[in-house]
């Protein structure tokens, strides 16, 4: 498995790629992290993954098909995407909780860790974890560092409750929120994926 470059906290692609390949970003060029593809040093909390890096620090998690839940293009998720039952907010986002926390709220700017697991919800394949590498990843939460699937489901907006520290959540995240049509991390994560990411909410650094 390659490492999770693009989950430097789950930023938009938009021109990250681009810039990408003037920056190296550590976090995300080499893995599918949810941190924004190898863009500038204000998308590195973002899965940081240029076109030509690795996939960090990224997580995403997917719907079970017994929710009823669909991907794009009306395609069901894999049966085993999530181990509660989903709810869909206004964004598109689909969560719950495996696990509730009991810590402090994270507020917006803050510096937190987070542990997580990102899988494509076409086939719920493994892009990226921070488990195996034994890592977790550190961003500043809203702050634009990661993709915007993770900023909404951490912090929490439009029907989506906050993460308290301690806590584990699954995320079903559309690609809109995600990596978008040009996908990343050189191809672990193609154009216009939904991603899923198991995660887990350390506490504050």
Partial sequence: MQSAALLHPPCQLHGANHRARHRHHAFSASHASPRRVHAPARCQGRLNVSEDATLDRRLLLSASAAFGLLVAGGAPLPAKAAECALSTAPSG???CDTREGTGKEPAKG???R?????RLASNNAVFDSSYERGRP???KVGAGEVIQGWDKGILGTEGIPAMKEGGKRTLVIPPELAYGARGAGRGLIPPGATLIFDVELLGRK
Avoid: V
């Avoid at 987070?114 to 990102?118: I, K, L, M």
């Fill in 93 to 95: 986002i689909a969560f």
């Fill in 110 to 112: 803050s510096l937190i």
């Fill in 114 to 118: 987070c542990h997580y697991r990102g």
């Fill in 137 to 139: 990843l550190t961003f």
